[in-house]
């Protein structure tokens, strides 16, 4: 939670989602009209944040076993991105290119 209140990135967002022109899932969000109130870079701090209020939030299907686990929180199975395409965009350093953890992300991610 201390690290919550730190963020500086964490805050409002506006309901008429202004913010979100440049960045297509959050375009995606203000075409079904879904409104959001908070803006986060740190999924963490977004999953703090809903399990201490009565936001919602959406995270991959392979962490939210975990989050509930560790938060006491509920998850709900949705199809919203089932007719959807999105492109993932990876960059990582070329002297990293063989660290097993990067290469076991780049393949989830691979994978969906």
């Known amino acids: 939670m201390e690290q919550l209140a730190q963020e500086k990135k964490f805050g409002w967002m506006s309901r008429d989602g202004v913010n979100s022109a440049e960045n297509p899932l959050l375009a995606w969000f203000t075409e079904k009209s879904i409104r959001r109130t908070y803006l986060s870079d740190s999924l963490i701090n977004a999953v703090l944040h809903t399990s201490h209020s009565d936001a919602i939030t959406i995270v991959p299907e392979f962490v939210a076993p975990l989050f509930c686990d560790l938060f006491s929180m509920q998850s709900l199975d949705c199809n ?21 953890v990067l290469n076991d992300i780049i393949n989830i991610m691979t994978g969906i």
């Not at 395409?85 to 350093?93: N, Q, S, V």
């Open 80 to 100: 919203i991105f089932d007719n959807d395409k999105y492109a993932l965009y990876c960059h990582i350093h070329r002297n990293d290119r063989d660290d097993p």
